[in-house]
């Protein structure tokens, strides 16, 4: 009975699947980022991620011990050399697994494993949001806030004189408007003058 035994086996032999993800974890280490199906990502966490907290220590020791895992020179040399300083404040959590679309052939479940650091997508985003909470904090956005209400009030106070100016042309139209409509006023005397001229001379 194999009661109490969670591993794994994903179908495979003891040496079958050790060889496996030795080479999932070098490929890993060395592309930062692999597409595999979920089964094997959830596998490849719990079987890298004790590597490289084995590598922050970089002693002879650490890297005979990451060696006998990895079986790779290379590999070993790039986690040591440049992955460790990337990790070496964040205590634990260095993968992260995506899910994907089920692969068309069997339609099994697909995911993406990533090193968390090297992901430019989700560190641009953490970059954004710790700039806004030093802003945010930082009293200095109180004392750049007053200039800016002051600017903004400004424009306010130029828009009554503009207001102003043209309510000024306004009467001057309204002004003009009545004499134009007084001319004909004007004429108008004339022509009962000038019945009341020629009555006269028809008397």
């Known amino acids: 009975m194999r009661h109490g035994k969670k591993v794994n086996h994903l179908g495979r032999t003891n040496s079958h699947r050790k060889a496996m993800m030795s080479n999932m974890a070098t490929s890993l280490i060395l592309h930062k980022r692999i597409t595999t199906t979920l089964a094997k ?7 890298v991620e004790p590597i490289l907290t084995k590598s922050k220590n970089d002693t002879t020791h650490s890297r005979r011990t990451v060696f006998s895992y990895l079986q790779d020179k290379d590999a070993v040399s790039i986690l040591f050399r440049d992955i460790a300083e990337k990790i070496a404040n964040r205590p634990g959590g260095y993968t992260r697994i995506i899910k994907i679309e ?6 099994a479940e697909m ?14 985003d953490s970059a954004q949001t710790a700039k806004k909470t030093t802003r945010r904090r930082g009293g200095s956005a109180k004392a750049k806030a ?17 207001l102003e100016l043209g309510e000024t042309a306004a009467d001057e139209i309204e002004i003009e408007t009545p004499a134009s409509q007084h001319e004909p006023t004007e004429h108008t005397p004339e022509a009962p003058a000038a019945n009341e001229e020629n009555a006269e001379k028809g008397e």
């Open 41 to 47: 990502a959830k596998a490849l966490r719990g079987y």
């Open 146 to 162: 007053a200039p800016v209400a002051q600017d903004s009030a400004a424009p306010a106070a130029e828009a009554p004189a503009e």
């Open 111 to 124: 995911a993406m494993i990533e090193l968390v650091d090297y992901n430019t997508v989700y560190g641009a």
């Open 102 to 107: 089920n692969r068309l052939g069997d339609n």
